[in-house]
């Protein structure tokens, strides 16, 4: 059964420091410097529209480049990297924004910047929503949040085990190509891998 991961922790100083789960938490929160801090509080009367300069290839540009641009790299070291770990257990600095947050990725490529149209589209959807009975908004609220396991992220993959067939899974190797062929008889059958195994 999934349960609710309300808290978590990151190490700084030799010490557990709860992460804020929000902009006014980050700012009470002692996680972050004082200079990060007014980082934060400034960002949105001090827009940073992209130049060429900033990036050679905006459309490649990482999770950890996109924030450390707007906050600077503590932000990115103590928020937005447990973040991503916790969420993809990925590297901010090898994944991309645009396909990783493409939500934030397309506001900053409408308004010249993601907080300034976060603001805008927010106060967009206040009124469209207007007409909207409440009880849909919280029911909308209360889908939102991340989730476990009671016995940890590896039931997952064991399930997922269970269910595939070992037969099916191949440890301890490389996956070479992975392509899309749709002559298959199956959506299974449609994706072509090869891989090289390390036994």
């Known amino acids: 059964m999934p349960i609710s991961q309300n808290k978590q922790y990151i190490v700084r100083d030799g010490s557990p420091v709860l992460i804020p789960t929000n902009a006014l938490a ?83 490529e409408r308004f010249g910047s993601f907080i300034a149209g976060a603001i805008q589209s927010k106060l967009s959807s206040r009124k469209e929503k207007s007409g909207e009975k409440k009880g849909s908004l919280k029911k909308t609220k209360h889908q939102c949040g991340s989730f476990s396991f009671k016995g940890g992220m590896q039931t997952l993959a064991d399930t997922l085990s269970k269910e595939i067939g070992v037969d099916e899974i191949k440890l301890n190797s490389k996956v070479l190509s992975l392509s899309y062929c749709p002559d298959g008889k199956s959506a299974r059958e449609n994706w072509l891998h090869y891989v090289m195994s390390k036994k």
């Open 26 to 108: 980050s700012i009470k929160s002692n996680i972050l410097s004082t200079k990060s801090k007014f980082q934060i509080i400034l960002e949105p009367f001090l827009w940073k529209k992209r130049s060429s300069s900033d990036v050679s290839d905006h459309s490649q540009e990482s999770v950890g480049g996109f924030f450390q641009r707007y906050f600077g790299k503590e932000v990115v070291d103590y928020l937005i990297d447990p973040f991503v770990e916790g969420t993809s257990t990925g590297d901010p600095e090898y994944l991309s924004m645009r396909y990783s947050f493409p939500d934030l990725w397309n506001l900053e």
